[in-house]
């Protein structure tokens, strides 16, 4: 019978015992094969840390010949002695009593032992979680999601499966997705020759959504706080290393809670995630920190420990004229903040994160509760150090009247595709407010990775769709 | 100052010091308003339990003339004592000092105290989670999916968000919707007037998921232990209580593991699922069992402490056919077992939950394990009593050579498609399985509703798209 498999991260902090012997077995794929005058050394990961196992084959060891002409990326389980490594840099290594080669790798195999640009790895999408780089990103965006829902969870929020599929398509947060099952090039046609859109297969046209929050807010109007992690849709043609076409969002709303509610949440969320990747992924952070973004685990150390600060986006402007910082973009109130005026708030002006309050409202979207100066809305913008913005969230507005005025005023708006929306202000109104964040946005900064599509498993953008 | 809020779901817990005053405020939507001679009785509820906080208002308080005539559904910010309740069914009463009538319902409220009918509510998806069916059903619906989350986080499984978009169609696992910016009925063509796909978005044809497995299986074979759980998609026309054209998938995928630890992840899983709703949600469950369907935690408790049956296809096949039943569909070997087979398993020859593995290779999926008897795959399903299969899963092929005589004799599996996923057996290939569940099939067990529109929250079917 096979003993038991140990999973190599247990097995690089197993305790060794005092009369020097624990056996064990592990699987996971070569890393490295070199074959030295007396032995062969293996590096072994299964994924399971970061960190791989040295396993020293010796030549006694069944199928010596085979192991030495190993290639890297092969499959193998491994069985053997582990002990204390005489070698530096590691603690233990495997002296390994069998080796059983389970799948070689066909020596074209992409992933070999020299480092790889990141362009290339992306066509690799399918293999790069083996690198030490991608492990990495994924074992941080895992943990992070994870901790996500170990946040709100504790916290009395409910996870709300808000619909992908959609009718809206007016909500003007961007471009949309069309979602059919009319053939593209000849659908059905009515009376007048228009495409038959009653034929399609919600019989009506139907989009991909852009955000949950409208659906999310009628849930928190009757569980009072909910939040929603899913994927969200951008048909915009922007090919920049931070827009992809699909990526992931994380929308909380709370009932009875205001715009300083809001940040207050805000704030606990971003500590608690960049505590997540602190504490629970600290061997990957720490290569990210010597290999991607020197600097990092200090940057996200004192976000962590940092009190956020809140201006209003008035007291912002005229921090930034005042500054006599000369911007690309001018800074003028009512006009919207630049990524370049937003690190310069929280990198240079106030030196922490910073909460920007209170924004023109001709600038922000139409839910977003009307102050009483006549001029701004309840928003918040989260500015962080290194990247700008991190997170988006408002006070909603939940006076009927106002919202109908709202409506009245702007031609993009229709009472008739937003009444349901609106019963939730006829019915029971009551203060509520809720914020966004993109996780790959977040993924970015936990890791210093500087391309959206090196956090995502397999990322969608213009043109780009493989896999 | 305003005292803090006080969530019902702790006031209804609170310990009523032994000087006997507990002062404090709560925050809600009355589910009824009833004025007595003396009082006026308030039932308020904000979602953050099934049970809702009888709240006394005596004449004394401002306003009290308003108060009487609130409305279902109203929301109230209420401050008072919690004081032990004279009344039958009840422990703790709020004696209100102060009633803020926050957001009033206008009379049309939809939901008024009478008993609505489901597809009634259906209509009304943007207030229905204010009753106490859909309340209940979307607190077990996010206390299963936050812990889907813990066990696999628990497990050391890794969370893989894998593509909603994707461009490959013939996984044959069902009908695919289109995902697309060319205008419908006027798209740009080629020089031969066919639909010009290179000018769409991704520059070819792309659809919405199915399932991902084969995205999983990539990383399972680098991270070894993975899972997804996330949005999937039919476009099939069929008007079923059971099928949804939305709804979310969890997939979990292990490599070095067989078919045998797939049965038992996945045993393991359902029964930490179901100890979920029976500890977590007692009192939301309580309702389902008295409400809805009578003999649910009696059926939940038996699954969740049953040693689950394992038996081949094979044998389930002869079991049927001695079993002397006479079924509408006849039972054959090759065929596919239908859902009265699988209810009659599991529900009377074996009498609790059976997996039934070793499927004829002709009725499952290209990438189950060909088992070495020749006709055979190493696919598993789980069968439980009431409603049959829960869970598919199998071992996958990892053997390229057999992969590839697969592709060779199947016409509608082309090597050019699957290229990147036949790379994964080409270098380092592994054993490993997996398994899927609609994770709307798991909520609708655990709660005993029997249309799966009614545990999702905006439901997408045919003809069906709205809010």
Redesign the interface.
Known sequence: MQSP?T?I?QALQAEIPADGALNLRV????RTVRSGKKVTFISLN???SFGSLQVVVPPEVDDYEAITHLTT???L?VEGELIESPAKGQRVELKATKVEI?????P????QKKRHGFEFLREQA??R??TNTF?AV??V??AL??SV??FF?ER?F??????????SDTEGAG?M??????P??D?P?DDEG??DDKQD????P?F?TVSGQL?GE??A?????IYTF??T?R?E?SNTSRHA??F?MIEPEM??HDLDDDCQLAEDFVKAMLKTALEDCAEDLAFFDKRIDKGLIERLTKVAEADFARITYTEAVELLEKSGKSFEFPVEWGKNLQAEHERYITEEILGRPTFVVDYPKEIKAFYMRRNDDGKTVAAMDLLVPKIGELIGGSQRE?RLDVLESIFASDPHLSVEDYD??L?????????HAGFGLGFERLVMYATGMENIRDV???P?T??????
């Open positions: 498999r999973k991260a699987k996971g794929w070569a299964d994924g399971s990326g092969s499959a389980s389970v799948g070689k790798a066909d074209s195999y992409p992933l399918h293999l979680v083996r492990g994924f074992r965006r895992s999601a994870q829902h170990r969870g009395g409910y996870y709300i499966h808000t619909p992908i599929i959609t009718a471009e997705f069309r979602v059919t099952t009319l593209v090039g659908p046609r228009a495409v297969f919600f019989a009506k139907t991909l659906n009628t849930f109007l009757g569980l009072s706080d899913g994927p849709f048909a043609n076409s699909e992931w009932a009875w939940e349901w929306y019963d939730t202000r006829r019915f029971g109104t009551a203060p995502i498993p397999f969608r213009p043109r780009t769709c493989e896999f």
